[in-house]
């Protein structure tokens, strides 16, 4: 195929190696915009200590920081669930908009302050709904 013996490249082998390179270019282009969509986390700039967890006088949680959070990951519901391992049995839930069915969820472990200066450890889950 090669026209000369100048080893210029003859116009078949450029039609070959051009088809190679865009059939792989196509097949990174495919798995880079595969791994993007599934690498989306609504989650990912939140701050747990802003949710105030208080646990001194029964579990309260802020609300305000939660509805703010609606608008600026630009989901739809917030659900936030405390949980005090050893220390208290029951789960404390906490719900603000909508629920649906795509969700995505994260897990924090916060030192919270309790009565006369302790500290107990509690698991936050976060989940939201897009």
């Known amino acids: 195929m090669i026209s000369d013996r100048h080893a ?3 116009f078949m082998e450029a039609m070959i190696s ?3 390179v865009i059939a792989v270019l196509g097949m990174y282009m495919a798995f880079l915009a595969s791994s ?3 690498a989306y986390d609504p989650l990912e700039d939140m701050d747990p200590g802003s949710l105030d967890v208080d646990i001194s006088d ?3 949680v802020s609300e305000s920081y939660m509805y703010s959070c609606l608008g600026e990951f630009d989901i739809v519901g917030m659900q936030v669930t405390v949980t005090i391992p050893y220390f ?3 789960e404390h ?3 603000v908009g909508k629920v649906s069915d795509i969700s995505s969820s994260k897990r924090f472990s916060e ?3 309790y009565e006369n200066g302790r500290h107990i450890p509690a698991v936050i889950e976060v989940v939201s709904y897009i």
């Open 111 to 113: 030192v919270l302050e």
């Open 36 to 38: 993007s969509v599934a």
């Open 93 to 95: 839930s906490f719900m």
């Open 58 to 60: 029964g579990v309260k």
């Open 8 to 10: 210029d490249m003859g």
């Open 18 to 20: 051009l088809m190679a």
């Open 88 to 90: 208290s049995e029951e």
